[in-house]
């Protein structure tokens, strides 16, 4: 069986879905949230940070054909589990990014009438944002992860 990148439309799909159901969630128990801080919504973009550095130097090692078991080479097995990273970040970054876009359709309607609503409407986009930032550092990283094009096996035609 042959790993497939991550879907878009399955990452759209977690957003919409997230989206319905935390906008739910929130018109029925707003009232019972406490303020929610930025930093607690900021707390994916050291992950999608830590994403993209990775994603460069798997790159740099993959185009300089540093994939092995040598000292100075990038283990097989280390490339596997970081496509593994990648593909599971991407999918809690679309939920948490629906979840904030969600909560956000709430609070910004709200936001004239509720002070709360007016303090957490900046919380909620700084969260959306970092679901969107680790959903493109995951995609980024499960690129770099690609393996080369192995050449082809025919004889060269002359």
């Known amino acids: 069986m042959k790993l497939k990148p991550t879907r878009i439309w399955d990452l759209l799909a977690n957003v919409v879905i997230a989206a319905v159901i935390a906008w739910v969630a929130t018109r029925l128990t707003y009232s019972n949230f406490p303020p929610i801080s930025v930093y607690a919504s900021a707390s994916l973009y050291p992950v999608a940070a830590i994403e993209v550095a990775l994603a460069f130097v798997i790159r740099s090692r993959v185009n300089d054909r540093e994939i092995g078991n040598g000292t100075h080479q990038l283990h097989p097995i280390t490339a596997a589990r970081a496509v593994a990273l990648a593909k599971a970040s991407a999918q809690v970054g679309s939920l948490a990014a629906g979840v904030w876009l969600g909560f956000l359709c ?40 690609r393996a080369p094009d192995d050449p082809s096996d025919d004889p060269a035609t002359t």
């Open 106 to 145: 709430w609070v910004l309607p709200q936001r004239d009438t509720l002070r709360a609503a007016a303090a957490d409407s900046p919380s909620a986009v700084v969260g959306m944002m970092a679901g969107v930032a680790l959903v493109a550092a995951a995609l980024w990283l499960e690129y770099c992860c």
